[in-house]
């Protein structure tokens, strides 16, 4: 069990071992929780954003697709679309 202090202006600091064991950083946002009866929980927000992107990398790393590979296909692509719909305007 670990004892927190709150200090001024509400802060209170998360133990350097649990903020290395949950990869907190600096800055990291974190979601309060209202149990009720005086007690509550702190989860990490992660936003829907970082999760997917964080994903979308670990994806890409197991194809070994380099991030000039997505960026030439996005060109491609894009080519491909003005074609189809803006050349023959």
Same mark, same amino acid.
């Given at each position: 069990?670990? /004892? =927190?202090?709150?200090?001024?202006? *509400? ?8 903020? +290395?064991?949950?990869g !907190?950083? @600096?800055?990291?946002?974190? /979601? =309060?929780?209202?149990?009720?009866s *005086? ?8 936003? +829907?954003?970082?999760? !997917?992107? @964080?994903?979308?990398?670990?994806? =890409?790393?197991?194809?070994?697709v ?5 960026l030439?296909a ?7 679309y ?8």
């Amino acid at each position: 069990m670990t /004892t =927190l202090q709150i200090r001024s202006k *509400g802060t209170i600091t998360i133990p350097a071992s649990l903020r +290395k064991k949950y990869g !907190l950083d @600096d800055g990291e946002t974190l /979601t =309060l929780i209202d149990l009720g009866s *005086g007690s509550f929980m702190l989860t990490p927000k992660v936003s +829907k954003i970082n999760r !997917l992107g @964080d994903r979308i990398a670990k994806q =890409l790393k197991e194809d070994n697709v380099s991030l000039d590979d997505l960026l030439s296909a996005l060109d491609e692509e894009r080519k491909h679309y003005y074609k189809a719909h803006y050349a023959k305007r």
